[in-house]
């Protein structure tokens, strides 16, 4: 309970931002969805037939699992609220479209009836007649929509668009239960606290009007508010789940500002998906982010087919991937840092010992008793678990975990051997060895940035900034760093600016 308390006075500023932007995101989505789904409800009271189209159109909608839509949504709209926006409508049609053809086609036809015997237009029987009687059922339709979207409002944080899931995401990132609570039990409040404010304008039709005049108002006048205050151009550098990642877009950020000073970036920490990240990269609404470049190899490129199964050194690695991603996709990719960060498979030391494995090859003799824990992209890529089947004949049980909880699967005994990144922190923090890559089946991980070639050609100062990390930072280094961020608590921030200041990178005491 005292690490809870603590970590909300530590968080509590970046706690009411996040609740800021759940908030926005959920209100400006429901509005969008009553908009669209009360009156198409109208219109289908008369035109059943179509209504039932509707209605079934809004039923599959809602099937479409949130993480496959984000996915459809970054190549068209970009990252951030409006992809996220899009996606809470979505889900919010099928309860407001439903629940407002039920309340009006429920109406007593006979009252009906005597609306127009008294001469009533069709608009003003709907405001006098029909959606007073049917406000409750509509009410609960709202409600339901609003319950849906806070919720689901949490996986907006992993494509950049903030709110109260970045605090869930970074918890189980970081092994942090006292961040997944708040995250948690504020959304859970949030929800609670609109249901009742919702149950009391519905009593109140004319504050009902207002308040949400109010808040259309609000959102607008803080865009606009914050786009007069811009007075810098704002570079916008991303990173996935990970204090790693998280890090890396930190010195990116130090750096670039320190050398331009009408340059602000914003950074969007802890995209959930490689193939997100990329996607908000190829279309503009990212313009920076660390890529690792086995990754650009093994995910982002196409290899030929008659340099698929070289071995490569380092540097040879670097070299396709930056020609291939300029080739296949425009893309700069600048020289990377020191430091390797491949993948490896890891066992406890016990457990290594007990049963003189070293090389991934002496799994073979002990298949039979190995559970894995692999994280769900590893199960996935051709340098990952198919690799392994193909090049060490290794076919293991597993189940597919987060990366953070891969670690306290091994720790707890629920697997015993998981897939790694040869920096983690965590391989010190559990006392975990990798086992040697003998059959080279992992390619080269140095991590460099990543930006479109029109962006690096508009701004050669960033390009500069940047390139001052190319062969800095070794292994230890950056597993001493995540140490600090995920076992010593340290923020990211503190973490990047500490090891700038340390290695003459950045000026100490300011930029």
Known sequence: MQDLINTFMERRSDLVQALGQHLEISIVALIIAMAIAMPLAYWGVNHERVSGWLLQITGVLQTIPSLALLGLLIPLVGIGTVPAIIALVVYALLPIFQNTYLGLTGIDPSLLEAADAFGMKRWRKLIKVQLPLAAPTIIGGIRTAMVLIIGTATLAALIGAGGL???????IDRNNTSLIVIGAVTSALLAVGLNLIVGWLAKHRWQWTAALAALLLGVGAGTGIARIATQTETITIAGKLGAEPDILINMYKELIEQDNPRVHVQLKPNFGKTTFLYSALKKGSVDVYPEF?????????KVPKAQADQHRSAQQTYALAKQLIAKQSDM??????KYENTYALAVTKKWAKANDV???SDLTGHSGSLHAGFSLEFTDRPDGYPGLKAKYGLKLPYQTLEPALRYTAIRDGRVNIVDAYSTDSELVQYHLQTLTDNHHLFPSYRG???MRSKFAQQHPGVVKSLNKLA??????DMQQMNYDVNVKKQSAAHVARHYLETHGLLKKGGK
């Open 358 to 360: 070293k090389t991934i």
């Open 448 to 450: 460099a940035p990543l």
């Open 165 to 171: 899931g970045s605090f869930i995401l970074l918890g």
């Open 332 to 337: 700069t990719y600048l020289p990377p840092m």
């Open 471 to 476: 062969g800095k930072i070794s292994a230890a």
């Open 293 to 301: 470049t086995g990754t650009v190899l093994e995910t982002l490129v």
